[in-house]
């Protein structure tokens, strides 16, 4: 079984930042694709930021260069450094990660719980 848990969620003023972090943990071998998704209200979910299989790092165009996405597979931890938030990125954000358990190595998604961003002043 594989768990995974977001944290880092808040509220913040505009123009500050949050970082927020996703970790899995359970019978892990392998972690492929890692990705950060948000839905804010009234709207469909998107993803936003990601790293793929050959971990390189992905963007939307609404995050492109306010948000970094990183990953450390020691502690099967991802990370999203969001700077500059503003009203626009409140939203629950989710995090997904394809995580194999097995020695054949097929990957299955796992979902994070959710935390909630809000900004407002």
């Known amino acids: 079984q594989v768990q995974v848990v977001e944290s880092g969620g808040g509220e913040v003023q505009p123009g500050g930042s949050l970082r927020l972090s996703c970790t899995a943990s359970?019978?892990?071998?392998?972690?492929?694709?890692t990705i950060w998704y948000r839905q804010a209200p009234g709207k469909q979910r998107e993803s936003i930021a990601g790293?793929?299989?050959?971990?390189?790092?992905i963007y939307s165009d609404s995050v492109k260069g306010r948000f970094t996405i990183s990953r450390d597979d020691d502690k099967n931890t991802m990370y999203l450094q969001m700077n500059s938030l503003g009203p626009a990125d409140t939203a629950i954000y989710s995090c997904?990660?394809?995580?194999?358990?097995?020695?054949w190595g097929i990957g299955y998604d796992y979902w994070g719980q959710g935390t909630q961003v809000t900004v407002s002043s």
């Open positions: 790293i793929t299989n050959n971990g390189d790092p």
């Open positions: 359970g019978s892990i071998t392998k972690i492929y694709a």
């Open positions: 997904k990660m394809v995580i194999s358990s097995s020695f």
